[in-house]
């Protein structure tokens, strides 16, 4: 057998046995099942409506959050630029007319 497949199946059993190890305390399990749900539904969610970035560009001087790339966006608007809120209205239209 090669050297690598070898290698290979050692670190396979040898996760196997530390995520073992870490699973036997009931809470650490309960962490993994509350990340495991956590980032299913960011996955499941991801596609379904429009994404939290769209909806900020399309609004930005109504969003909660105030970091940097908002800020800077808000300003444009307050300047006169309205391509991101025509793209967003015309994408947030089509969306619409596909439902």
Do not use: C, H, W
Not at 24 to 53: C, I, P, Q
Request: net charge positive; hydrophobic share 30%; charged share 35%.
């Amino acid at each position: 057998m090669k050297k690598r497949y070898i290698v290979s199946a050692v670190g396979a059993a040898g996760a196997t046995a530390a995520t073992g190890y870490f699973m036997k305390n009931k809470d650490n399990r309960e962490k993994v099942k509350e990340k495991v749900k956590t980032a299913t539904n960011k996955v499941k969610n991801y596609g379904n409506g429009l994404s939290k970035t769209f909806e900020d560009a399309g609004k930005p001087d109504q969003s909660s959050e105030k970091d940097l790339a908002q800020l800077e966006n808000a300003k444009m608007v307050s300047e006169g630029s309205q391509f991101g809120v025509q793209y967003y209205n015309e994408n947030k239209e089509e969306m619409e007319n596909e439902k």
